[in-house]
C-alpha cells in the first residue's frame, strides 16, 4: 500500500489550539500574497533557494506516511554556520496585534520544516525565521530562533502522533465501512428498469477514477442509482470521501434519506449535511472573535472532544445535529460543521464547495491527494451557477454610504471609499456616448483605476475593522469589504472569458465582472477531484453541456432511455396561444380556458408553471374571474421551507388541487409527487431567460451558436425539468401540456425528448378530445 501523503499544512492545520479569531482577512487577495512573497525572496542573497521542496518518510502507529511540502526559503548562514529556514507571512497587521494562537502556528510550521530538513542534512542546530510582511508599508519584521534538532524532533513526533491518532481512527472506519459496502445488496431490493445500468455505469466509472456525464429520466431513481455504487466502488479506486452536491435543499435532504437507508440495510457509514454560515452562525452580525462571539472561545481545545462523541453517539448528522452538539459543549456550529466532515463518508453540500474560487473546501483539495470523488445532482444547472460562482458585482452607492458613515469616525476608509466612487464616475464619464446610448457600458478590459482604488479601499477597511468598532456602522462596513474582496478576487482570474459591465439600475450604479463561459473555471473543479459523476433528467442538447460543462475530453457520456411505458404520458403541444411577451395579453383568455380544460377533463392534482410571476399573476386574476368556482393554489415570492412544504402538502392521493407556480422556481424542480398527487402539468412559454445585456452577452460570446447557448437551450432545459414532475415511476399516468406557438418549429419540436408522442393542436376543442381520449383508456 503507497504511504499516506501529508502536507505540513494539514498537520498544522489538524492541531491547532486555541481560539477561532476570523475578525477579518490578513490579506486583501491571494496574488496579493504571493507577490509579497516573491518580493521577499527575490531581495535576498545569492545561495537563497526559494519554494524548496522537501519530504520524510516515516512509520507511525502501524502507519507508512510521507510527510512533506515547501518551504519558502533557506540558506546558509556561514557567518554562524547554520541553515537557516525561512517562512514568509504577508500580513496588513502590526506584529503586535498577530493573535498569540496565530504566531504560534506560524512557528509550528517552521519547527516541522526545521526536522524534516535537519534530518536530512544532519544538523544538530538550524535558525528558525518568521519574515512578517507588511503588504501596505513594504517592509519586513523578522523573528528568529536557533532551535536544536532533538528538540525538533519532539515536536514533529508530538504532532505525527496526535494526528496519525486521529488518521488511524479514520483508516479503521474506512476498512470496516469497505467491509460492510463489500457485499451489501442493493437496499431497495429489486432494482426499477434501468436502474441498474446505470449502477454499474457509475460503479465503473468510480473505480477507474473517471468523469461520467448521464442523462437519466426523471424518476429512474438517480440518487440511490448513483450513492450505492459510489461508496461500493471507493475501496477499489482509493478514495476517502464523496461530495454529493445540490443547490436545493430538498433533493440534500433525499440523499440523506438514502444514506440512511444504506445505513438500515447494514453499510457502515457517516454522512454531514453541510450548512451556509449565515444560516447556522448563533451570533448573527458579531465577529467570529473570542471577545465578541463565546463558540468562537477555546474552540480548537474542545472540538475534538465534540467530534469524538458525535461520531460515538451518530453516523448521520443534519443541520439540527450539529447545532444540538454546538450548542452543549459551546463550540461554533459552522466550523464543528467543516471538521467534523473529515470523519465522514458522505458529505452533502451545494456546488460552491467544490467548484467556487473563494469558497471551496481547502482542507480536502490543496493537497497532492485527489482522494474526493461528487455525484453533481441536477447537473445542468452547474453553467449558470458557475456563471454566478465566478463572476462579482459592487454598486458605487454601498460606497457613497461608507463616505457618509466614516465620515468622522474613520476619515481614512472615507477617503478611501470615496476613491473608488470617483473612480466609478471615471469609467462612466469614459465611455459617457455608450452609456447614453444604450443605459450600460460593456466591455472586455479590467477598469485598472477601480480596481486600484478597491484595493486601497480593502487596505483602509482592514485597518479600522482591526479597532473592534460594531453596530450598524461595522455591519456596512463589512458587508462592502467582502464584496470589495470578493471582486478583486474574481479580477485575479479575468481573462477572455469575461466582461466587463457597468449599468444604472433601481437607482444604483452597478459594476460587474461577468464570467460568459464558465467551462474552464467549473473544469478546475473537475480538477480537483478523483472521480465525478454529474447526472440529470435534462443533458440536452450533448454539444452544448458538452461545450459549457468543463468535463474533460475523455470524460464519458451516458443516455439512458425511459423505462416507462409511452401510453402512460399524454403530451398536447398547445401551438395556437401565443405566450410571448408582446402576445401574452391578447391570448390570456385562450390560455386560462385552456388550464380549465386539462384540469376539468380528470379531476385531480395539476400544476401550472408560468414563466415569471407577473406573468403568473396576470393568469391567477383572470383565472378567478372566469372560473371563481375552482380553487385554486399559487406560489408567492420568497417562501420560506414552511411555506413550500406547506404548498406541496395540499398535493395528495385523494386530493383536486391546482397549482400556478413559477417555472425555475421551487416547484420545477426536486419534488417528488407520485402516483395521483400529481397527474398533470400545464408549462407555458418555452421557458426563455429573461431578455438582457447579460443574455446578449453570452450571445455575442458564442457567435457559431449564440441565440441557442445564451437562451433557447436553458429555457427547453427549463421547460424539461418542469415536465418531469409528472412521471416519476413505472404505475404513473399523467399528461403534460407545452403552451406556445412556438412549438410549431423544428427547432423546438427536436429538442423534445425522442421517447414523447406530442400531439399538436390547434384549438382547446382538440385539446379536449386528446385528454378524453387518454383518460378513457383506464
Known amino acids: 500500500m503507497n504511504p499516506v501523503a501529508l502536507s505540513v499544512g494539514q498537520l498544522i492545520d489538524g492541531c491547532r489550539r486555541g481560539d477561532i479569531n476570523f475578525r477579518f482577512s490578513a490579506k486583501s487577495s491571494a496574488i496579493e500574497g504571493i507577490r509579497g512573497h516573491q518580493r521577499v525572496q527575490q531581495s535576498r542573497g545569492e545561495g537563497y533557494l526559494a519554494e524548496y521542496p522537501v519530504s520524510i518518510a516515516l512509520k507511525t502507529s502501524g502507519m507508512d506516511l510521507e510527510v512533506g511540502g515547501r518551504i519558502d526559503g533557506c540558506w546558509f548562514d556561514s557567518a554562524r554556520g547554520l541553515l537557516c529556514i525561512e517562512e514568509i507571512k504577508t500580513l496588513r497587521v502590526e ?9 504560534d502556528s506560524y512557528w509550528h510550521q517552521a519547527q516541522l520544516y526545521g526536522y524534516i530538513v535537519g534530518t536530512q542534512i544532519g544538523a544538530e542546530k538550524l535558525i528558525l525565521r518568521l519574515c512578517l510582511y507588511h503588504l501596505d508599508k513594504k517592509t519586513e519584521t523578522v523573528l528568529e530562533r536557533v532551535s536544536d534538532l532533538k528538540e525538533l524532533a519532539a515536536i514533529f513526533f508530538d504532532t505525527v502522533g496526535f494526528f496519525s491518532t486521529i488518521l488511524g481512527r479514520r483508516q479503521k472506519w474506512v476498512a470496516d465501512r469497505n467491509a460492510s459496502m463489500r457485499d451489501l445488496a442493493f437496499p431497495y431490493g429489486k432494482f426499477r428498469s434501468g436502474q441498474r445500468d446505470l449502477a454499474v455505469s457509475v460503479y465503473r466509472a468510480v473505480a477507474d477514477n473517471r468523469q461520467l456525464i448521464i442523462e437519466a429520466p426523471t424518476g429512474i431513481g438517480k440518487t440511490m442509482a448513483t450513492l450505492y455504487p459510489s461508496i461500493k466502488a471507493m475501496e477499489s479506486s ?87 452538539a454546538a450548542r452543549r459543549d459551546r463550540v461554533c ?11 465522514c463518508d458522505a458529505i452533502i453540500a451545494d456546488y460552491n464547495y467544490v467548484f467556487d474560487p473563494v469558497v471551496y473546501l481547502r482542507r480536502f483539495f490543496d493537497s497532492k491527494n485527489r482522494d474526493s470523488i461528487a455525484l453533481v445532482d441536477e447537473a445542468h444547472n452547474l453553467v449558470d451557477r458557475g456563471r454566478d460562482m465566478f463572476s462579482a458585482e459592487v454598486n458605487k452607492e454601498s460606497y457613497l454610504a461608507i463616505v457618509k458613515i466614516c465620515q468622522h469616525s474613520a476619515p481614512a476608509v472615507m477617503k478611501a471609499a470615496r476613491k473608488v466612487t470617483r473612480a466609478f464616475l471615471g469609467y462612466k464619464k469614459r465611455y459617457e456616448i455608450e452609456f447614453k446610448e444604450h443605459g450600460y457600458i460593456t466591455g472586455y478590459e479590467i477598469p485598472e483605476a477601480v480596481v486600484s482604488a478597491m484595493q486601497t479601499f480593502c487596505s483602509s477597511a482592514e485597518e479600522e475593522l482591526r479597532n473592534e468598532v460594531y453596530g450598524s456602522f461595522r455591519d456596512e462596513l463589512l458587508s462592502c469589504y467582502f464584496d470589495t474582496l470578493r471582486f478583486l478576487r474574481t479580477a485575479e482570474n479575468f481573462d477572455a472569458d469575461y466582461a466587463v459591465l457597468f449599468q444604472h439600475q433601481s437607482k444604483k450604479h ?55 411505458s409511452p401510453t402512460n404520458l399524454q403530451v398536447n403541444l398547445a401551438e395556437y396561444v401565443d405566450t410571448s411577451y408582446k402576445g401574452r395579453n391578447q391570448s390570456l383568455t385562450d390560455l386560462v380556458d385552456l388550464v380549465q380544460c386539462v384540469i376539468t377533463a380528470k379531476p385531480g392534482n395539476y400544476l401550472v408553471f408560468f414563466p415569471s410571476y407577473d406573468y403568473l399573476q396576470s393568469a391567477v386574476h383572470l383565472f378567478e374571474k372566469r372560473f371563481p368556482q375552482i380553487a385554486i393554489r399559487v406560489q408567492q415570492r420568497k417562501m420560506s421551507d414552511e411555506e413550500r412544504q406547506e ?68 429555457g427547453l432545459v427549463r421547460v424539461l425539468q418542469t415536465a418531469g414532475r409528472v412521471i416519476r415511476d ?15 418549429e423544428r427547432r423546438y419540436l427536436d429538442l423534445l425528448p425522442s421517447e414523447w408522442e406530442p400531439r399538436c393542436c390547434k384549438n382547446t376543442s382538440e385539446v379536449a378530445v386528446n385528454l378524453d381520449s387518454f383518460w378513457g383508456q383506464q
Open 95 to 103: 506584529v503586535e496585534d498577530i493573535p498569540e494562537g496565530v504566531l
Open 238 to 324: 482509493d478514495t476517502s470521501r464523496m461530495f454529493y452536491l445540490s443547490a436545493k435543499t430538498s433533493t440534500q435532504a433525499l440523499a440523506q434519506i438514502a444514506l440512511k437507508d444504506l445505513t438500515v440495510a447494514g453499510g457502515s457509514l457517516r454522512s454531514i449535511v453541510i450548512t451556509a454560515k449565515e444560516k447556522i452562525c448563533f451570533s448573527p452580525g458579531q465577529p467570529c472573535h473570542p471577545d465578541h462571539c463565546e463558540y468562537a472561545k477555546g474552540y480548537y481545545d474542545k472540538v475534538q472532544d465534540t467530534i469524538d462523541t458525535m461520531l460515538g453517539e451518530a453516523e448521520h448528522f443534519d443541520r439540527s445535529a450539529v447545532e444540538l
Open 333 to 343: 456550529p459552522f466550523e464543528l460543521g467543516l471538521d467534523l466532515s473529515r470523519s
Open 510 to 564: 452597478y459594476l460587474k465582472l461577468y464570467c460568459m463561459d464558465p467551462s474552464r473555471q467549473l473544469g478546475e473543479g473537475f480538477d480537483r477531484l478523483a472521480s465525478t459523476i454529474c447526472f440529470s433528467a435534462t443533458m440536452q442538447p450533448s454539444e452544448y453541456f458538452r461545450r459549457m460543462l468543463g468535463a474533460s475530453d475523455v470524460a464519458n457520456w451516458y443516455r439512458l432511455p425511459s423505462p416507462f
Open 647 to 714: 404548498f406541496l402538502s395540499a398535493f395528495e392521493d385523494e386530493s383536486e388541487v391546482c397549482g400556478f407556480a413559477v417555472m425555475g422556481g421551487a416547484f420545477s424542480e426536486g419534488i417528488d409527487l407520485k402516483g395521483n398527487r400529481l397527474i398533470g402539468a400545464v408549462v407555458v412559454g418555452v421557458g426563455l431567460p429573461q431578455i438582457g445585456v447579460e443574455r446578449d452577452l453570452i450571445r455575442d460570446h458564442f457567435p457559431e451558436a449564440g441565440f441557442e447557448y445564451a437562451y433557447q437551450y436553458p
Open 730 to 744: 413505472d404505475a404513473d399516468r399523467g399528461i403534460i401540456c407545452l403552451v406556445d406557438t412556438r412549438y410549431r
